[in-house]
């Protein structure tokens, strides 16, 4: 007598066969699709920038040849005086902070602004520039600029930098751009603000041609805060004046 006995089909084994008749059909349908023979639906995609890259301004944080910033192979961001006014920056610190891959890593023992970028800490390692020169540091320590009401505009360069801005450039360089006297009709701007925190704040500054060749430049704002926290409180008091001269050509 002869006793045939049936072995139970296991989850071990019944898996790896579902999955291998799953990828066969998968297959099956890329190879052959049902909108006929050879047939690709094309997807169009259309984007529209922002403006915030501008990829077409020039910029002195990664180059002294007067390029823009898609013609310049590094990582570079322009922070604008539409962009500081719009999120409300009153430090130099928040503005920077606004480029990604900064972030704040201040203290009284550096100053309050110094920055972390792509792995980098501390002054040691990112160079600040003051439209264009650069701002050697003692102690380890930078608090110029302070206050963003002069300011025109941030440049930042991510990335190594010592060969236009010298030793020490190894995680980023920030070029702070200022408020420039102008030739022509006399401007002028204010700003009155307060916020939470007893937070105020006054500033103003406008500029007039002197003469043909001569025009100057003033600027004063005056920033209180109590600060989030006890005793991060801050007062800060900002002035700033500025001649700028034509010379004569013969």
Known sequence: ???????PVTPTVLLPMLTAFAVAQATTSLAEPTGGAGR???????G?????VRLHETQAAGSRLGLTSL????????????DIVGKGDYSALQTVTRAAGFSASASPGNGGSSVSARGFNGHGTTVNTYDGTRLYITAGTVTFPADT????????LRGAGAVINGVGALGATINYI???PVFGDPSFEAQLS???????????GGSMQLSERVAARLDASRHDTGGHVRGAGEEREYWRG?????????
């Open 1 to 7: 007598m002869i006793t045939r006995s049936r072995s």
């Open 40 to 46: 690709v639906e094309e997807v169009l995609v259309i």
């Open 242 to 250: 500025q001649f700028f001269f034509v010379p004569m050509t013969n």
């Open 194 to 204: 307060t916020g939470s925190f007893d937070t105020t704040r006054l500033a103003a």
């Open 149 to 156: 009401w002069t300011l025109e505009r941030v440049e930042v």
């Open 71 to 82: 013609q310049t192979p590094a990582s570079i961001d322009i922070i604008t005086r539409d």
């Open 178 to 180: 200022p408020k420039l």
């Open 48 to 52: 529209q920038s922002d403006g915030s």
